[in-house]
């Protein structure tokens, strides 16, 4: 592995990153840091969570001239949850230079960004539309920039910032270097790269066989009605210390957010509908552990770099399998193991087969957990908790009364008595979650020529409440025939 001590970076850049905690660099790092201390332009095929701020951040902030009051660098970002991150980042990096970076987003009171410009920052992370708005305005100039930087170019590709990422290197008419950071490789983005790059250096690293190897990847193959109770019982049985719960839409998040609350868990949503400011406070909940659930849509959830998540719940299927690999992604970092389970209804199978087939990844198949499942679970949560008490040293002051009970009560007794009272009973308040149209996986040609569409699923990504608002009476027919076929089919099961 390579030390960060190997490259050639300044004491100040060094001792930053020392104190982030890093101490060998990731195959992105150790293969991007190089070359972009060098100047040269680059293309990183990387997935979110295999350290690219840091590869890109280290060049960028060792190019700085700490003298000048220019802007120098700019990072294009798809959300405004990754241009924070980022600006966060880098300002740990550049802290003993002096450097500082400013996030600029949409969602935020432009002119208090107008305000913090006067502070005069050196490198800005920003979203391509707010970006633009400042340009026009002339509050942002972009004619002493040395680097630019996309990240996560597919992303913004796939939320329509192409034309604003090409006005934006159009405007840049200074000399420059260019990095561009992707987990895929779409025309469209060799495209950009062929237009706005100089003969760049492609480096790839095995970053999704990484992301993937250290999660264990289930589904369960469940009813639409049922999934929330599901849910329930898993988080029951698991009890993740810190587990993301995805939906497909934002009036799920929301659904499913109130659902985990009435029934005691200790949960917040995030999704593009919220204000910044509460999305910051969620993000900010969670990463001290004050909730240990967060409920989130993709968008919201693009760029989260989270550590300690240990589980990661798709409760509906993604819409593709980029969307797959960035949700697990979210957990199984530094080493570590994670967990992910997505809950499939039975018309979606085939859409599982897909991500299974693009991942190269076979997917467990779990059944579905019991009540009984549920109890024993909590049984042996509540016996962990005895022991756990039972180790600590300041049980004195309840030892005479234990004596004075095992004088009346025989030891095993009192035990079994401990535990049935520690034993939380699962909570059944009724939740109900508005239904929607199960994903359908892409029909091949040689799968006949049939006039119904299969592909319904992949259409509208950007209004799905109000699709999924239109397709009810296909809903309500979708139900029947699945209880139909349940009765057939799914309640012999069990595990």
Not at 23 to 42: F, Y
């Amino acid at each position: 592995m390579t030390n960060f001590k190997d490259f050639n970076i300044s004491e100040d850049t060094l001792q930053a990153v020392m104190a982030m905690g890093f101490e060998e660099a990731t195959p992105i790092q150790a293969k991007a840091i190089p070359s972009g201390m060098e100047g040269k332009d680059l293309i990183g095929q990387a997935q979110t969570g295999t350290g690219k701020t840091t590869a890109f951040g280290i060049p960028l902030v060792e190019k700085v001239d700490t003298t000048s009051g220019n802007i120098q660098g700019i990072i294009l970002a798809p959300t405004r949850e990754l241009a924070v991150q980022v600006a966060e980042e880098l300002n740990r990096i550049g802290t003993k230079k002096g450097i500082f970076t400013l996030p600029i987003y949409g969602g935020q009171d432009i002119n208090r960004q107008i305000k913090a410009l006067k502070k005069r920052p050196q490198i800005i992370s920003a979203t391509p539309g707010r970006l633009l708005d400042h340009m026009k305005r002339r509050t942002i100039r972009l004619n002493n920039i040395h680097t630019v930087v996309l990240d996560e170019a597919d992303e913004m590709l796939n939320m329509g910032f192409i034309d604003e990422i090409e006005e934006i290197l159009g405007a840049i008419t200074s000399e420059h270097q260019t990095m561009l950071f992707s987990a895929t490789m779409p025309k469209k983005i060799e495209a950009l790269a062929q237009k706005f790059m100089n003969n760049p250096e492609l480096i790839r690293t095995k970053s999704k066989e990484m992301t993937v190897k250290n999660i264990d990847q289930h589904y369960i193959d469940v009813p639409e009605k049922q999934k929330f109770d599901v849910l329930s019982r898993l988080l029951d049985i698991q009890s993740p210390e810190l587990a993301i719960v995805f939906g497909r839409t934002k009036k799920r998040v929301d659904e499913l957010t109130e659902g985990l609350k009435k029934r005691g868990y200790s949960a917040e949503g995030i999704h593009g509908d919220l204000s910044q400011s509460k999305r910051d406070h969620v993000i900010r909940l969670f990463k001290e552990q004050t909730i240990d659930i967060m409920v989130a849509t993709d968008v919201a959830a693009r760029g989260l770099d989270i550590s300690g998540v240990t589980h990661v719940y798709n409760f509906d299927i993604p819409q593709d399998p980029e969307s797959y690999v960035h949700r697990i992604g979210r957990t199984g970092r530094a080493g570590r193991k994670g967990l992910s389970l997505t809950l499939v209804t039975p018309r979606e199978i085939g859409h599982l087969r897909a991500i299974e087939q693009v991942t190269k990844t076979k997917i467990e198949r779990k059944s579905v957990p019991t009540y009984t499942d549920v109890i024993e679970g909590n049984k042996q949560s509540a016996l962990d908790q005895l022991r756990e008490s039972a180790q600590q040293e300041d049980n004195k002051e309840y030892k005479t009364m234990a004596e004075n009970l095992l004088n009346d009560i025989d030891s095993v007794s009192l035990v079994s008595a401990a535990i049935k009272l520690l034993t939380k009973e699962p909570d059944r308040t009724p939740v109900h979650l508005t239904s929607i149209a199960p994903l359908r996986a892409k029909k091949s040609k040689n799968q006949g020529n049939r006039k119904r569409s299969n592909n319904r699923g992949y259409k509208d990504r950007n209004n799905k409440d109000r699709y999924n608002k239109d397709r009810k009476p296909r809903e309500r027919r979708y139900n029947k025939d699945q209880r139909n076929k349940n009765k057939k089919n799914w309640g012999g099961k069990g595990k």
